[in-house]
């Protein structure tokens, strides 16, 4: 399962992202893992009205603007 993170933006938003990580074995990463992250960013609401088919694009990020996202459990009352 692809980890979802929290992508702080320059302008003080946040916006929830998945890890869409580099999986071609035949060919190197081009960027540095260790440094940068492959995202899958979903649309607004705004973006989706210019764009017919798409819902959401990738995007290359530095990985100091992530902050992972965890799952909170289930309460059982």
């Not at 035949?26 to 960027?31: A, F, H, S, Y």
């Not at 009205?49 to 603007?65: A, E, N, S, Y």
Request: proline letters at 8%.
């Amino acid at each position: 399962m692809y980890k979802t993170f929290k992508l702080a933006g320059k302008n003080g938003k946040s916006r929830i992202c998945t890890e869409f990580p580099w999986v071609a074995k035949q060919v190197p990463c081009p960027w540095d893992d260790n440094k940068y992250a492959r995202v899958m960013i979903p649309f607004t609401a705004t973006e989706r009205r210019h764009h017919k088919h798409l819902k959401q694009h990738t995007q290359i990020v530095r990985r100091d603007r992530l902050s992972i996202v965890r799952p909170e459990p289930l309460r059982v009352s």
